[in-house]
């Protein structure tokens, strides 16, 4: 059994679901229309992207006509940060962010800084947390944005959005959340977090690459955004280019799905995890972080002394989990979202990121905690 390949790396990406792929089949042959067209195979098309927008808006309790599809949440956090900072640059040129925040949001930031935006990147602490006063300092007179995510990939800490949103409005701001991890993981509702933008993908949740979905808030405030991509003034001019229909269908049944997902994971994946974290602290050596703070129910971050992770983890390809990010995997450097938390380079190399999907079984867990052991 220790020759049988284990996949616990589902921050990462998850397999399509089968009901998700039933659905998407019809639009690559028998429905191959374009959305945009006016005859019969258009209108069936555009009926199957109204009816993935509803499940999505019903999903994060929205409405339909505040979700806009992008190619995924690296599209959608660009819409997003640079979206705003064009269309509110008359009020102000100052964002605030965090330092843990996915590489998308950061690079993004990044490139807008050379352009002449302010960015303000906040700490956090120990546990991956932010320092709500310090937030509260941070948000200036003509800050247009506060971008903050609401679990973290490679930790699972999850953020007090509610009460970062609370702040961000006083101070007059707009508040950019990536829900990415979190989407059918946890629940997401937009009206109760009253987050202004909010991103999602598709991969994360049981759906296939490639397909993303943007939030925008239409009223109190009505988010104004700068389209990125121009050419045909599709998605109500807000995103152009040909939608990708088959792949909206399956994010729109993925989030039909996601209540069932959110479930699971709480109930099953949640027990799965706390065993995992129970036996491996039992090693010599070991340390989850952010272990005491408040996590996505299936993801677990810890360090193996005096052991490159890279190199455990090359010793037992029949594991697949992760180092951090995935898409951070091709870099040299130690983790930033581990750095920004006061954890040395050293210990930073030898973290393991442990992240379990619905499939996972506790025979999984026994085999990847058997490996793990034999390499200890």
């Known amino acids: 059994m220790l020759n049988k390949n284990i996949y616990l790396d589902f921050n990462a990406t998850t397999p399509v679901h089968e009901l998700v792929l039933e659905k998407m089949l019809p639009f690559f042959s028998t429905n191959f229309g374009n959305a945009s067209s006016i005859h019969y195979a258009g209108w069936q ?9 509803e499940n999505l808006a019903i999903a994060i309790e929205a409405e339909p006509d505040e979700i806009y ?18 269309a509110y640059a008359s009020k102000g040129k100052h964002i605030v962010s965090f330092t843990t925040e996915h590489r998308a949001v950061l690079d993004t930031l990044a490139a807008l800084q050379l352009k002449g935006v ?32 609401f679990a973290n990939n490679e930790t699972g800490v999850i953020f007090p959005i509610q009460q970062m949103v609370e702040i961000t ?11 990415t991890q979190a989407f059918g993981k946890i629940p997401v509702y937009v009206r109760d977090l009253k987050v202004d933008i909010l991103a999602i993908s598709a991969h994360k949740v049981y759906g296939p690459k490639g397909v993303g979905a943007i939030y925008l808030k239409r009223k109190n405030p009505r988010v104004s955004i700068i389209p990125q991509l121009t050419g045909g003034g599709h998605e109500k001019g807000k995103r152009s280019g040909t939608l990708n229909v088959p792949g909206i269908v399956g994010l729109g049944e993925c989030a039909k799905l996601s209540s069932t997902f959110i479930e699971v994971y ?6 799965l995890r706390d065993y995992f974290e129970t036996e491996i602290l039992k090693f010599r050596n070991i340390t989850v972080n952010a272990e005491v703070a408040n996590r996505l129910p299936n993801t677990t971050n810890f360090i193996v002394k005096n052991k490159k992770a890279d190199l455990l983890l090359a ?13 951070s995997a091709a870099l040299s450097e130690p983790s930033h979202v581990l750095k920004a938390m006061g954890i040395k380079d050293e210990d930073a190399y030898s973290a393991v990121r442990i992240s379990l999907g619905i499939t996972t079984t506790k025979e999984d867990i026994d085999l990847a905690l058997e490996l793990l052991k034999s390499k200890l």
């Open 266 to 271: 709480r109930n099953h994946v949640l027990k």
């Open 69 to 86: 599809f992008t190619s995924g949440a690296t599209e959608s956090i660009n819409l997003a940060i640079r979206g705003v900072a064009e």
């Open 45 to 53: 098309a555009s009926e199957a992207v109204k009816i993935a927008r």
């Open 315 to 327: 010793s037992i390809p029949q594991l697949a989990c992760s180092t951090g990010s995935a898409c």
């Open 169 to 179: 409005h006083q101070k007059g701001a707009l508040f950019f959340c990536d829900a």
């Open 118 to 149: 302010e960015i303000t990147l906040l700490e956090v602490d120990i546990n991956g947390l932010p320092d709500l006063k310090q937030l509260e300092q941070a948000i200036r007179i003509d800050t247009v944005l506060v971008a903050g995510m």
